[in-house]
T-cell receptor, first 113, second 114 residues
Framework: EPEVTQTPSHQVTQMGQEVILRCVPISNHLYFYWYRQILGQKVEFLVSFYNNEISEKSEIFDDQFSVERPDGSNFTLKIRSTKLEDSAMYFC???????????FGSGTRLTVV | GESVGLHLPTLSVQEGDNSIINCAYSNSASDYFIWYKQESGKGPQFIIDIRSNMDKRQGQRVTVLLNKTVKHLSLQIAATQPGDSAVYFCAEIKRAGGYQKVTFGTGTKLQVIP
């Protein structure tokens, strides 16, 4: 069964450093998403991406965040200057079209120290 | 404002019994709802969905019921097994243009007692 692949599975970074979280969505999917989940809390929407541009973003997705689809397969989330409160699980998800449910990756656990 | 929430944070069920996990939502304009299962350290896994124009949908060992009158969603798991132990989220999906926006509930932890 096709999977959404995320790397790395766990990243530890110092506060103020830049991090890039990587995702390989399912190959024929067209819509891409980033979500995050702070430990013990619910999954929160960050950003959606379609046709090489951001479709929608939440209040969480401020100027410190950016997304890119640098080639035909990767979808990245960059945090420019990490803060302690950015520590969370970050999930990438994709769908083929709006009539189908999401497929989530296994997540990247980001720890900011 | 819009919200999707769960009544019970933890549910303990004996192996073999049926489980019922509940969810309340406040936005009646959603297009459909999904139940997700999340095991420790893993991403949410799709279980079953139901469109807003339906009131019941069955899958393998799972049934989702939607009561739009009281804005309530439930997930029934038949013959609960130890492998069902996980956190279960309901999610509300709205289509906006060509994409979807998902709002997740807080989650209910299901503990299956062998």
């Amino acid at each position: 069964e096709p999977e959404v692949t995320q790397t790395p599975s766990h990243q530890v970074t110092q506060m103020g450093q830049e991090v890039i979280l990587r995702c390989v969505p399912i190959s024929n999917h067209l819509y891409f998403y980033w979500y995050r989940q702070i430990l013990g809390q619910k999954v929160e929407f960050l950003v959606s991406f379609y046709n090489n541009e951001i479709s929608e973003k939440s209040e969480i997705f401020d100027d410190q965040f950016s997304v890119e689809r640098p080639d035909g397969s990767n979808f990245t989330l960059k945090i420019r200057s990490t803060k302690l409160e950015d520590s969370a699980m970050y999930f990438c998800a994709s769908i083929r079209d709006r009539d189908y449910g999401y497929t989530f990756g296994s997540g990247t656990r980001l720890t900011v120290v | 404002g819009e919200s999707v929430g769960l009544h019970l944070p933890t549910l303990s069920v004996q192996e073999g019994d049926n489980s019922i996990i509940n969810c309340a939502y406040s936005n009646s304009a959603s297009d459909y709802f999904i139940w997700y299962k999340q095991e420790s350290g893993k991403g949410p896994q799709f279980i079953i969905d139901i469109r807003s124009n339906m009131d019941k949908r069955q899958g393998q060992r799972v049934t989702v019921l939607l009561n739009k009158t009281v804005k309530h969603l439930s997930l029934q798991i038949a013959a609960t097994q130890p492998g069902d132990s996980a956190v279960y989220f309901c999610a509300e999906i709205k289509r906006a243009g060509g994409y979807q926006k998902v709002t997740f509930g807080t989650g209910t932890k299901l503990q299956v007692i062998p």
